[in-house]
T-cell receptor, first 110, second 112 residues
Framework: EDQVTQSPEALRLQEGESSSLNCSYT??????LFWYRQDPGKGPEFLFT???AGEEKEKERLKATLTKKESFLHITAPKPEDSATYLC???????????FGAGTTVTVRA | DTGVSQNPRHKITKRGQNVTFRCDPI?????LYWYRQTLGQGPEFLTY????????KSRLLSDRFSAERPKGSFSTLEIQRTEQGDSAMYLC??????????FGPGTRLTVL
């Protein structure tokens, strides 16, 4: 069974204080690893898809990287509007459903 | 807005009642997924459709749950004889074949 573990559970940052979120995964074969952002009471918003080890993707202050066992979401010089729960999910090669981790809740103080 | 839409956004019901949720996917997306999310957890897969065919159902989907996607367009998720443990956010997502899933805003169900 596919497993996704995210750490830390919660992260409190000062505005401008860069940090990284971790997503460790176990999957029989990886079709893709996905990062989503979720604001309270809303559905997940797609950020990135990573397909193979060594791949990196960037969007504004966010950068996602992938190895064979884990992915990192780096937040550079965060702003209060980056406060959200960040979800990691994997999709196996023989399937189309997503298996999610529990998320990391990021709070950025001004 | 051409994103995934879900109705209603909130539903409060009494234990034992039946409820039905609707999802309208992004136009021309072949695949449609249902997930359930409880507080502090990530979404958990329930079922998915390719066009009108239901291709996979999770063990979480008890016989009180049924989903349909007539004509391969919108989908409905019905829960019969609701229980307090059914209280959760029900999320719908759609995707082109094998690609990124885009989520709707969810339906928050509260069972009293």
């Amino acid at each position: 069974e596919d497993q996704v573990t995210q750490s830390p559970e919660a992260l409190r940052l000062q505005e401008g204080e860069s940090s990284s979120l971790n997503c460790s995964y176990t999957v029989s074969g990886l079709r893709g690893l996905f990062w989503y952002r979720q604001d309270p009471g809303k559905g997940p918003e797609f950020l990135f898809t990573l397909y193979s080890a060594g791949e990196e993707k960037e969007k504004e202050r966010l950068k996602a990287t992938l190895t064979k066992k884990e992915s990192f979401l780096h937040i550079t010089a965060p702003k209060p509007e980056d406060s959200a729960t960040y979800l990691c999910a994997v999709q196996a090669t023989n399937d189309y459903k997503l298996s999610f981790g529990a998320g990391t809740t990021v709070t950025v103080r001004a | 807005d051409t994103g995934v839409s879900q109705n209603p956004r909130h539903k409060i019901t009494k234990r034992g009642q039946n409820v039905t949720f609707r999802c309208d996917p992004i136009s021309e997306h072949n695949r449609l997924y249902w997930y359930r999310q409880t507080l502090g957890q990530g979404p958990e897969f329930l079922t998915y459709f390719q066009n009108e065919a239901q291709l996979e159902k999770s063990r979480l989907l008890s016989d009180r749950f049924s989903a349909e996607r007539p004509k391969g367009s919108f989908s409905t998720l019905e829960i019969q004889r609701t229980e307090q443990g059914d209280s959760a956010m029900y999320l719908c997502a759609s995707s082109p074949l094998g690609d990124t899933q885009y989520f709707g805003p969810g339906t928050r169900l509260t069972v009293l």
